[in-house]
């Protein structure tokens, strides 16, 4: 079975600072990757998604991500955090098209003023 | 804009009571899911429909049921609530008609059992 991992459930950076949640799945075959959002009390939102084609994606409010396949890895950056992007981060894969995703455990994160 | 809509925010329930949570959605999609949500587990599928009157179980389908008689609302279904299942209870759409959709979700039901 398909499996996530978000490494760190908490991460916190200061307001300016890199943004770095990494996330590594387990498959052979190459999925669908998303990056999803959820502020407090919402639901979820797609941050950005990898489906083929470049492996460098962007997406919404500055983040990025970039799939590795030699490293099962897809990692969400931001150059400069801003207040506004403290939130769980869940990162997800799915293997068909519109069909089931498995989600990471999800990354908290807290950004210092 | 696209809309799922869940029909309650927040919801309390005594222990052995029926209890149905509501999602409506109104982009025509065809894939419907309902998860539930708890501090350090993500996202844990309880079951998923491809179409009307379609359902299947997803990996943790114990103790819930749904119903899906139209295609833009899935229902879950408590048939007896115990306090194990408080929880965040998010609902979700994706459709078929483009490739390599994400999936769009409802605002959640917070749901306490006592």
């Known amino acids: 079975a398909q499996s996530v991992t978000q490494l760190g459930s908490h991460v916190s950076v200061s307001e300016g600072a890199l943004v770095l949640l990494r996330c590594n799945y387990s498959?052979?075959?190459?999925?669908?990757l998303f990056w999803y959002v959820q502020y407090p009390n919402q639901g979820l939102q797609l941050l950005l998604k990898?489906?083929?084609?470049?492996?460098l994606v962007k997406g919404i409010n500055g983040f990025e991500a970039e799939f590795k396949k030699s490293e099962t890895s897809f990692h969400l950056t931001k150059p400069s955090a801003h207040m506004s992007d403290a939130a769980e981060y869940f990162c997800?894969?799915?293997?068909?098209?519109?069909?089931?995703?498995?989600f990471g455990d999800g990354t908290t994160l807290t950004v210092k003023p | 804009d696209v809309k799922v809509t869940q029909s309650s925010r927040y919801l309390v329930k005594r222990t052995g009571e029926k209890v149905f949570l509501e999602c409506v959605q109104d982009?025509?999609?065809?894939?419907m899911f309902w998860y539930r949500q708890d501090p350090g587990l993500g996202l844990r599928l309880i079951y998923f429909?491809?179409?009307?009157?379609?359902?299947e179980k997803g990996d943790i389908p114990e103790g819930y049921s749904v119903s899906r008689e139209k295609k833009e609302r899935f229902s879950l279904i408590l048939e007896s609530a115990s306090t194990n299942q408080t929880s965040m209870y998010l609902c979700?759409?994706?459709?078929?008609?483009?490739?390599?959709?994400?999936?769009?979700f409802g605002p959640g039901t917070r749901l306490t059992v006592l």
């Open positions: 990898y489906t083929t084609g470049a492996t």
């Open positions: 997800a894969v799915a293997y068909t098209n519109a069909g089931k995703s498995t």
């Open positions: 498959s052979s075959v190459p999925p669908y």
């Open positions: 979700a759409s994706i459709g078929t008609s483009r490739s390599y959709n994400e999936q769009f």
């Open positions: 429909s491809y179409d009307v009157k379609m359902k």
């Open positions: 982009m025509d999609h065809e894939n």
